[in-house]
């Protein structure tokens, strides 16, 4: 891939990764994903449906119990090491081919996802020879240990607003603990995955360690969670597909990890230091074209500084560059598709009918230049005058779209951040360090930032309390999700069991 090639109108072409070669679909069919900044087609992409997903499983079971299992912990750990060089080495390629397919801003796929997607093969890399099993004092003579055993073929299903990080999040773990993988990306951004698939056959791994089948939810996705021949499914996405995914699972009892949706609050008290706060705001909310689960989309206010508070956060949003994914100093892309941009805009219509005002924002940007006019931009929206219990306030937007809520004091703060069926993060801006572990403790969220936010890394966990699902990625509680446990009893006396010598 050269970066002249990311660049041409031409569409690429791809093709389904299964058993270390490049096949097309069975069906011969294919779909094509868009540049969501022109509306273009970016590329052609093979599309896999349920024969693809029974050849890809059949082939990941063979590799993991043939060739993969015979692959030592540090020579699994060598191939993803090489994995995040090879990624850091073709760090520009796939940062522009991410920005064509996704939208994201260039600055955010170059400095962001794709050191973070070589990150976390470097940091799991790391883990492989670390897995072990205990010895457990059991009482008699016996000789009691653990075996911490791979769980076997996954399937991993993933979003569109971090196509590679998300890739890495799913098999970065599961390969570190020797597990073998179907990985099916998003309808929406196919390609970069696909691209990783070349790379991960240069790092050496085994043919059907990591298959790579793009195609929709609905056929390739529906076929991937339901199949009786996988033995975990792993899923990032909306809430509704989650709880689709764990009710096909529950069928052949297939294991269950879910990352899924989240109404994050991020929390501004009087006493907070402004600046930082507003930086925050935008931090939570305008970092991705708010596509981001742990977004924090409702914006709490202090109702002594609120209106200071909006003043400074409003000039900063209007003042936000919305235009040319390409260009480095773009803040904002566009949306990753039609169908997105679409629900953002309804919801404009549901706030102004629940009575919220719209004080910045809502629509399209102005004077963008010709070739972007077909792109699915929107501009940095703020909701004012919501109230918790709209929907506004508790259904996810996914775009660039922050509801602001008063609150009074810090009881009701606590009441009203905790009334939401999500719980995967929360933020809170503070001098008062009593009060910022007070709220760590009361807010019902996986991740909690105090005077910073969306901050991560492959060594912290990450995942989500209630509805926002279960499990954990990252460090080293996701080896938990890619692992089993096996416990195993040595008879050390020679003695008969029980009373049966007698
Ligand atoms: P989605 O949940 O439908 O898609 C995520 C992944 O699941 C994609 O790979 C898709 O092909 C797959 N999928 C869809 N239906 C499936 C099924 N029945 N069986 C198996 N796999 C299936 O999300 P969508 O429609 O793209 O976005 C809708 C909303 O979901 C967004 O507006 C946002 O609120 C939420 N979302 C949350 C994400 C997160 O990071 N938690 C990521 C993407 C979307
Ligand atoms: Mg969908």
């Not at 490049?22 to 052609?44: H, I, R, W, Y």
């Not at 794709?114 to 799991?124: G, K």
Request: proline share 5%; aromatic share 10%; charged share 25%.
């Amino acid at each position: 891939m050269s970066s002249a090639q990311a660049a041409t109108s031409e569409p690429r072409r791809y093709q389904l990764f299964i058993d270390g070669k490049f096949v097309d679909a069975e069906s011969g069919k294919t779909f094509q994903t868009p540049n969501p900044a022109t509306g273009e087609t970016l590329a052609e992409v093979a599309e896999a449906d349920k024969a693809d997903i029974d050849k890809a499983v059949a082939a990941a079971r063979r590799a993991f119990e043939g060739k993969w299992a015979k692959v030592s912990a540090r020579e699994r750990g060598r191939m993803l090491y090489k994995l995040a060089q090879l990624i850091e080495s073709n760090a520009k390629q796939l940062a522009e081919l991410e920005t064509a397919d996704n939208g994201k801003p260039i600055r955010e796929s170059l400095y962001i996802d794709v050191p973070a997607t070589a990150e976390n093969f470097e940091y799991f890399a790391g883990w492989a020879t670390k897995i072990e099993g205990e010895t457990i004092p059991v009482p008699g003579q016996f000789f009691n240990y653990t075996l911490r055993e791979p769980v076997g073929v996954c399937g991993q299903i993933i979003p569109w607003n971090f196509p590679l990080l998300m890739a890495a999040w799913k098999l970065a773990p599961a390969l570190a603990a020797g597990n073998t993988v179907v990985l099916k990306p998003a309808e929406q951004t196919p390609t970069t995955a696909l691209e990783l698939a070349k790379l991960i056959q240069e790092a050496g791994f085994p043919d059907g360690v990591v298959n790579v089948v793009p195609g929709y939810g609905e056929t390739a996705g529906a076929a991937l969670a339901s199949h009786a021949g996988i033995d975990k499914i792993a899923f990032t996405g909306s809430t509704e597909v989650g709880k689709t995914i764990a009710r096909a699972a529950a069928d052949n009892l297939t294991k269950v990890s879910l990352e899924l949706g989240g109404k994050a609050p991020n929390i501004v008290f009087a006493d907070a230091d402004i600046d930082q706060a507003v930086n925050g705001a935008m931090m939570g909310i305008f970092y991705n074209q708010g596509q981001v689960c742990c977004a924090g989309s409702r914006l709490f206010l202090d109702e002594r500084v609120k209106d200071e508070f909006l003043d400074r956060f409003k000039a900063k949003a209007e003042k936000i560059k919305v235009g040319d994914p390409m260009d480095k100093q773009t803040l904002m892309g566009p949306q990753v598709s039609a169908e997105q941009l679409d629900r953002i805009k309804s919801y404009v219509t549901i706030a102004r009918e629940e009575g919220a005002t719209v004080l910045t924002g809502g629509g399209a940007p102005a004077a963008l230049d010709e070739k972007f006019r077909r792109g699915y931009f929107f501009t940095p929206t703020i909701f004012s005058d919501v109230q918790n219990r709209m929907r506004v306030a508790q259904e996810e937007i996914f775009g660039p779209v922050t509801s602001v809520i008063t609150f009074k004091d810090e009881d009701d703060l606590i009441r009203q951040a905790n009334e939401t069926i999500y719980g995967l993060s929360a933020g809170i801006w503070t001098r008062d360090v009593r009060r910022a572990h007070r709220f760590a403790r009361e807010i019902k969220a996986g991740t909690v930032w105090i005077n910073t936010f969306n901050m991560m890394n492959a060594a912290s966990p990450f995942g989500g309390y209630k509805q926002s699902g279960y499990g954990r990625e990252m460090g080293r509680h996701a080896l938990e999700m890619y692992t089993q446990v096996k416990s195993v009893w040595v008879d050390l006396s020679g003695k008969p069991i029980g009373w049966y010598g007698q």
